[in-house]
């Protein structure tokens, strides 16, 4: 595995795999590497056991220092990736198409988050090329007083 700093965990709903779009998987995988990351993308990998599955993915959360989540869909898994990444202060990047709003508040509401709403795929794609992942990072803000994620130093959330 390569250096945990510059891996990135692109998450995505599975449950139903054969319907869903995954060009937007694409997106993030080309985003991902134009920064100089590796992207562990579950949604491009072969299909093995639920036991091989969770270890695969755990492994790879375990070893990735930013984590990019396509949540247009519900997914207990992204849910528990999500959680995953709270717990370990990793920041966490949500990918949401307007259509298909709401999204879940606690993933909304948490400190390490950040949503990135968007209409089309052009759209997300500018907004993510002027997203800069090595300038992301989890700090402790002293205007909303408690640690989250920030980009370039300015809080995300205030």
């Not at 595995?1 to 449950?15: F, G, Q, R």
Request: hydrophobic letters at 35%.
């Amino acid at each position: 595995m390569n250096n945990k700093e510059k891996n990135v965990y692109i998450a995505c709903s599975m449950i139903k795999a054969k319907q869903l779009d995954f060009s937007l998987l694409d997106i993030l995988i080309e985003f991902t590497k134009s920064q100089g990351y590796n992207p562990f993308v579950p949604g491009k990998m072969e299909d093995a056991s639920s036991k091989e599955i969770f270890e695969r993915d755990m492994n790879w959360l375990r070893n990735s220092s930013k984590i990019i989540a396509d949540v247009n869909e519900p997914s207990h898994g992204v849910g528990m990736e999500i959680m995953y990444a709270y717990q370990n202060e990793i920041p966490i990047i949500c990918l949401l198409n307007e259509k298909n709003k709401p999204l879940s508040r606690m993933v909304e509401g948490s400190p390490n988050t950040v949503v990135l709403m968007y209409h089309s795929k052009n759209e997300i794609e500018e907004k993510l090329y002027n997203f800069e992942l090595d300038k992301t990072k989890i700090l402790f803000c002293s205007e909303c007083n408690e640690k989250t994620i920030h980009l370039d130093k300015k809080c995300l959330k205030c």
